[in-house]
């Protein structure tokens, strides 16, 4: 694919979206942001048509600020149908969408409502290219935020191999830019971290560069479908898998972007 295409980032302003654009403008591409704050609304559709008007690639790194089940379910079906309504009528001619490695055989939560989202994405007109990540580096401090009770945040025993979300982004340009890329099924490119991690080990590290919490606690619940997935290394890449740094520990002595 010829440098300066045009590339429309649904999410354009989140967590990955903002390393995306950057990428992608570092590297001569034309970057078209698909936001609510640059007056597209890819649930309802209003001004999706207009913004895609162009565009020859659609890179999908949006998100849902729930991790409720059925609500991210709804949003990530609903977006992968509008963007594929609205780019097969402007002539986009492929979209890359981000998921999250392991998420097979998932049951519930938000790594089910993302396995819905890959399928939605690959029954539309567009050729479509699933790229699955590990988990980001900044979901430590989402999660430690979450958990956090008085002095003491309460994590989930999960094994992963956290990655950068610009490392993410790399890869999402590089799949998306691709002169031929591979065909779209399974096994679907992976881009993970150097090294797997213990989650309540990074949300230490944390931990002590901020001062707080004062403790971290690894917690198992029972109750979870998906337990033995988090634990036991479902959530780690496949042999396949791009390994790229920072490690995590690396990435906390970087200055923030």
């Known amino acids: 694919m010829q440098k300066s295409t045009r590339i429309a980032v649904v999410g354009a302003t989140g967590r990955v979206g903002r390393h995306v654009a950057r990428v992608l403008e570092e590297r001569d591409h034309q970057v078209v942001p698909i936001s609510r704050s640059s007056g597209v609304d890819v649930v309802t559709g209003e001004g999706l048509a207009e913004a895609l008007n162009g565009v020859e690639v659609i890179i999908d790194v949006s998100s849902t600020p729930s991790p409720e089940q059925a609500s991210a379910t709804e949003f990530f079906t609903t977006t992968a149908r509008n963007l594929h309504q609205a780019g097969h009528k402007t002539g986009v001619r492929r979209m890359v969408v981000v998921s999250i490695i392991g998420i ?154």
């Open 104 to 257: 097979d055989g998932s049951t519930t939560g938000y790594n089910a409502a993302k396995l819905a989202h890959e399928k939605a994405a690959l029954a539309g007109p567009l050729p479509t290219r699933i790229v699955r990540a590990a988990q980001f580096h900044e979901f430590v401090e989402q999660l430690v935020g979450w958990g956090t009770q008085g002095e003491v945040a309460y994590v989930p025993n999960m094994r992963t191999q956290l990655v950068a979300a610009r490392t993410v982004a790399e890869k999402l340009v590089e799949v998306a830019t691709d002169a031929d890329p591979a065909p779209t099924g399974a096994p679907y490119p992976e881009i993970a971290g150097p090294r797997a991690e213990n989650l309540a080990d990074a949300a230490r590290l944390l931990a002590a560069r901020q001062g707080s919490p004062s403790r971290i606690e690894e917690v198992s619940d029972p109750t979870n479908p998906d337990r033995d997935l988090f634990e036991n290394g479902g959530l780690l890449p496949g042999p396949h898998a791009t390994l790229a740094g920072p490690t995590y520990a690396d990435w906390l002595d970087q200055p923030t972007p």
